[in-house]
Nanobody, 126 residues
């Protein structure tokens, strides 16, 4: 299994920026497809951004143009840079890694197959 540890969350005002990190303990990090998801109490997990092995990125519509996903294979780390944060972005942000990612933005992978971290809370106030 891949151990993933998120950091960088916090409480900010609308319009602010945050950069989340996800450190992975795994060999061959570069072989994994990576993604950021978010989940609030009582709501389903939502795909936010995905980055493939070749660096191809995709975003859910609500964050397109504001969030940027990136990876540093030398540091075994995944990032999510979030700009112009809105109250609707308030959630726990969770990173995931798996050898294959198919339609992750539409259907987040099962915890039985993909590797998920514990998450980091992001709270955005008006």
């Amino acid at each position: 299994r891949v151990r993933l540890v998120e950091s960088g969350g916090g409480s900010v005002q609308a319009g602010s920026s945050l950069k989340l990190s996800c450190a992975a303990s795994v060999e061959f990090f570069e072989s994994y497809c990576l993604g950021w998801f978010r989940q609030s109490p009582g709501k389903q997990r939502e795909g936010v951004a995905v980055i493939d092995l070749d660096g191809t990125t995709s975003y859910t519509d609500s964050v397109q143009g504001r969030f940027t996903i990136s990876r540093d294979n030398a540091k075994n780390t995944l990032y999510l840079e979030m700009n112009d944060l809105k109250p609707d972005d308030t959630s726990k942000y969770i990173c995931a890694a798996d050898l294959v990612c198919v339609n992750w933005l539409v259907t987040p992978p099962s915890a039985y197959t993909a590797n998920y971290g514990q998450g980091t809370q992001v709270t955005v106030s008006e």
